[in-house]
């Protein structure tokens, strides 16, 4: 029987293991994953989640899919991006930012050093001080979007991409179908 989620009942197969992270983003295309509501317990009885905000794993494991949003903004993100490349047999850049750089790469026509040199030390409401704490990851001399480090294997447009798109992507995959978003699906406000 199907219960109207469009996931056809079968018998169980292994689940897929998926991870997220957030690069350089605002978690808003993560928000927009938890928008699908309720469907999130039905998504459970198909994949399982390794490493991401949700479940507070730190350290990602052999995964299907990894789920990347944001840019390429520093040491970290190359790193972070690098391990789920290494990780996952698919690698999805979603939301703007992951496809395009997106709104972090609006910085990429002013030289970081002028950037860093007007954001603080020509501040006086920031301390007129650079951070260097050497916690602090390294930055790039530009946003990089995520396929100019690492391979990626599907691109899902928008900023956010809808709770909707998001659904359907995951299902196609899950059902092993060559995921399609129509283009009532995509929407970037
Ligand atoms: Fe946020 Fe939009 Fe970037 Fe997603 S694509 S991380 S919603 S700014």
């Known amino acids: 029987m199907n219960d109207g989620t469009n996931i056809p009942d079968r018998a169980a197969p292994r689940k897929l293991r998926i991870a997220t992270a957030s690069l350089a983003g605002c978690f808003g ?12 317990l039905e998504l ?4 399982e989640f390794d490493r991401t905000p949700l479940t507070d794993i730190k350290d990602i494991g052999a995964c299907d899919i990894g789920i990347i ?7 970290e993100n190359v790193r972070v991006l690098r391990e789920f490349r290494r990780h996952c047999k698919f690698l999805v850049a979603i939301g703007a930012c992951a496809v395009n750089g997106g709104l972090p790469a609006l910085r990429n026509h002013i030289p970081l050093a002028d950037l860093l040199t007007g954001v603080y030390r020509d501040s006086p409401d920031n301390g007129q001080v650079i951070p260097n704490d050497p916690e602090l990851p390294l930055l790039l001399e530009k ?5 100019e480090v690492v391979r990626i294997d599907y691109f899902v447009p928008g900023c956010p991409p809808s709770n909707e798109a998001i659904w359907k992507f995951l299902t196609d995959l899950i059902e092993s179908r060559t995921p399609r978003l129509e283009n009532e699906l995509l929407r970037f406000d």
């Open 29 to 40: 295309c993560h928000m927009s994953f938890l928008d699908i509501d309720e469907r999130i």
């Open 69 to 75: 949003e944001g840019a390429v903004c520093n040491a």
């Open 44 to 47: 459970t009885k198909f994949v």
């Open 143 to 147: 946003v990089h979007p995520l396929n």
